[in-house]
């Protein structure tokens, strides 16, 4: 049986300048931050005191065959450890952060070169402190390239002549060998296949974290710089955070240019007015819709396999079929960021009665029905006038039934897929035969109906009728 995965260490000071290079990809850094400064601190003083501080998980993504022969090398990504790394730029390295509101930050880290053992060196930066000449007000400047630690202590302790000079040496001393603690790092081989390495990164992570294969998507989209993935990325990011404040419009417009001149920008101004909380989807629910229209699959995994140049025939990895699943991706992406579709979408929700977020059933649901709603705008046998109205017979029988509640993936495969082969209607009409038949009616609905529960699909449907 071959070894899933390899483990070796690296040093602080390696790690971020394989990151720095590009050699390592760190998706995570182009999202919100969510370590408060006290945890960034925290990891700082477990690496001054030599304390562990847990595993990174990378992933190197399969080579791929390129066009005339040769391959290129599959890009190493980090998928667990994220949030120290981002700590450890931030706090080290000076590199700024993005809050919540994607507004770029720094978290300064101080660090008391006079410390005497009791509780903590480190603290997050306050006014007080900076104006202390007792504390050191960012470590970052210590980490820079070309930094004089003689000129730096001796300067030091001009501005503290009561401290101890060689304490404060030894203090400084032990404070940059933080940039040679080892990290220890576990590197998943690259012929691993997705489930794998969720299998693997649950094993592993102690706290149960599931990695889900929207992130793994995600992942795999910020880092493939040569599709332009990264826009792509935070397009899908901002327009997710955007469905829930409105207001994060302005915040986008100020301070992202690059994202303001991009073709993605148009396509989520509107929601800068947007108040209805009937659908605000997130990043899994924009990938899910796009891959399930476009390509006509329901497992995310798939997804990750195309955008990687998987060739499911012949078992390796091909550029074109990369390029091609990227730009199939991109267009998909823009189709349900339309405000036209999404809009008109909305409106099939609302004109069978799910006028509030309360009695929307499950995302599953109204993710499958919107990438039906796409679909059937494009087949020749469907009147556009007739589309919404499938779609909301489509939505309440799959909410009736709980056809997507659970483990809905491979239901949603499933029907995409005899969809694409039998056409809409032929398959509709089999499953309304088979789960709507009298029997539903008279005897399985009254059950359902009989509860005190408000969140089953049968209580939903009754309301919104």
Same mark, same amino acid.
Request: with cysteine; charged share 25%; hydrophobic share 40%.
């Given at each position: 049986?071959?070894?899933?995965?390899?483990?070796?260490?690296?040093?602080?000071?390696?790690?971020? &300048?394989?990151?720095?290079?590009?050699?390592?990809?760190?998706?995570?850094?182009?999202?919100?931050?969510?370590?408060?400064?006290?945890?960034?601190? $925290?990891?700082?003083?477990?690496?001054?005191?030599?304390?562990?501080?847990?595993?990174?998980?990378?992933?190197?993504?399969?080579?791929?065959?390129?066009?005339?022969?040769?391959?290129?090398?599959?890009?190493?990504?980090?998928?667990?450890?994220?949030?120290?790394?981002?700590?450890?730029?931030?706090?080290?390295?000076?590199?700024?952060?993005?809050?919540?509101?994607?507004?770029?930050?720094?978290?300064?880290?101080?660090?008391?070169?006079?410390?005497?053992?009791?509780?903590?060196?480190?603290?997050?930066?306050?006014?007080?402190?900076?104006?202390?000449?007792?504390?050191?007000?960012?470590?970052?400047?210590?980490?820079?390239?070309?930094?004089?630690?003689?000129?730096?202590?001796?300067?030091?302790?001009?501005?503290?002549?009561?401290?101890?000079?060689?304490?404060?040496?030894?203090?400084?001393?032990?404070?940059?060998?933080?940039?040679?603690?080892?990290?220890?790092? !576990?590197?998943?081989?690259?012929?691993?296949?997705?489930?794998?390495?969720?299998?693997?990164?649950?094993?592993?992570?102690?706290?149960?974290?599931?990695?889900?294969?929207?992130?793994?998507?995600?992942?795999? !989209?910020?880092?493939?710089?040569?599709?332009?993935?990264?826009?792509?990325?935070?397009?899908?990011?901002?327009?997710?955070?955007?469905?829930?404040?409105?207001?994060?419009?302005?915040?986008?417009?100020?301070?992202?240019?690059?994202?303001?001149?991009?073709?993605?920008?148009?396509?989520?101004?509107?929601?800068?007015? $947007?108040?209805?909380?009937?659908?605000?989807?997130?990043?899994?629910?924009?990938?899910?819709?796009?891959?399930?229209?476009?390509? &006509?699959? &329901?497992?995310?995994?798939?997804?990750?396999?195309?955008?990687?140049?998987?060739?499911?025939?012949?078992?390796?990895?091909?550029?074109?079929?990369?390029?091609?699943?990227?730009?199939?991706?991109?267009?998909?992406?823009?189709?349900?960021?339309?405000?036209?579709?999404?809009? $008109?979408?909305?409106?099939?929700?609302?004109?069978?009665?799910?006028?509030?977020?309360?009695?929307?059933?499950?995302?599953?649901?109204?993710?499958?029905?919107?990438?039906?709603?796409?679909?059937?705008?494009? $087949?020749?046998?469907?009147?556009?006038?007739?589309?919404?109205?499938?779609?909301?017979?489509?939505?309440?029988?799959?909410?009736?039934? &709980?056809?997507?509640?659970?483990?809905?993936?491979?239901?949603?495969?499933?029907? !995409?897929?005899?969809?694409?082969?039998?056409?809409?209607?032929?398959?509709?009409?089999?499953?309304?035969?088979?789960?709507?038949?009298?029997?539903?009616?008279?005897?399985?609905?009254?059950?359902?109906?009989?509860?005190?529960?408000?969140?089953?699909?049968?209580?939903?449907?009754?309301?919104?009728?």
């Amino acid at each position: 049986m071959k070894d899933s995965y390899s483990v070796t260490t690296y040093s602080v000071q390696n790690i971020l &300048g394989l990151i720095d290079s590009g050699d390592i990809a760190i998706p995570e850094i182009q999202r919100p931050f969510v370590w408060d400064s006290t945890k960034v601190r $925290d990891l700082i003083d477990s690496l001054y005191h030599g304390y562990p501080t847990g595993y990174l998980i990378t992933w190197k993504n399969p080579d791929v065959k390129i066009k005339g022969g040769g391959t290129a090398e599959g890009k190493t990504v980090l998928i667990d450890g994220q949030q120290r790394i981002t700590a450890l730029m931030a706090s080290l390295s000076g590199l700024p952060i993005l809050n919540d509101d994607y507004e770029s930050k720094r978290i300064k880290i101080a660090f008391d070169p006079q410390y005497d053992g009791e509780d903590t060196p480190f603290a997050v930066l306050t006014p007080v402190i900076d104006k202390n000449p007792k504390w050191i007000s960012d470590i970052s400047e210590l980490f820079k390239p070309g930094f004089n630690s003689w000129s730096f202590v001796n300067d030091y302790i001009a501005a503290n002549p009561d401290c101890d000079p060689s304490a404060v040496n030894a203090s400084i001393t032990d404070l940059l060998a933080i940039a040679t603690r080892q990290l220890g790092c !576990i590197v998943i081989n690259a012929d691993c296949t997705i489930d794998e390495v969720t299998d693997i990164f649950i094993r592993i992570n102690s706290k149960g974290a599931v990695l889900s294969q929207a992130d793994f998507a995600m992942s795999k !989209i910020a880092a493939d710089e040569v599709h332009g993935g990264s826009m792509l990325r935070k397009a899908i990011d901002y327009y997710c955070h955007l469905a829930v404040k409105p207001e994060f419009w302005a915040t986008v417009s100020q301070n992202d240019p690059e994202y303001m001149a991009s073709e993605y920008a148009p396509k989520a101004e509107w929601l800068k007015n $947007d108040k209805d909380d009937i659908y605000d989807p997130d990043y899994n629910d924009v990938l899910r819709v796009a891959f399930m229209h476009e390509f &006509g699959r &329901g497992k995310l995994a798939d997804l990750v396999a195309l955008l990687s140049g998987r060739d499911f025939e012949t078992r390796d990895y091909k550029s074109e079929i990369a390029d091609e699943s990227f730009e199939r991706l991109h267009g998909s992406v823009l189709r349900f960021m339309s405000k036209d579709n999404f809009q $008109d979408f909305v409106l099939a929700l609302r004109s069978a009665g799910f006028v509030s977020p309360s009695i929307i059933y499950s995302k599953g649901a109204v993710n499958f029905a919107y990438n039906l709603y796409l679909t059937l705008r494009k $087949d020749p046998k469907i009147e556009s006038t007739e589309v919404k109205r499938w779609v909301q017979r489509w939505y309440v029988m799959s909410v009736l039934t &709980g056809r997507y509640s659970g483990s809905s993936e491979s239901v949603m495969d499933r029907d !995409i897929r005899r969809i694409s082969e039998q056409g809409f209607l032929k398959v509709y009409d089999e499953i309304v035969a088979a789960r709507l038949s009298d029997t539903f009616w008279h005897v399985e609905l009254p059950q359902r109906l009989d509860t005190t529960s408000t969140r089953t699909g049968a209580w939903l449907v009754y309301v919104a009728a």
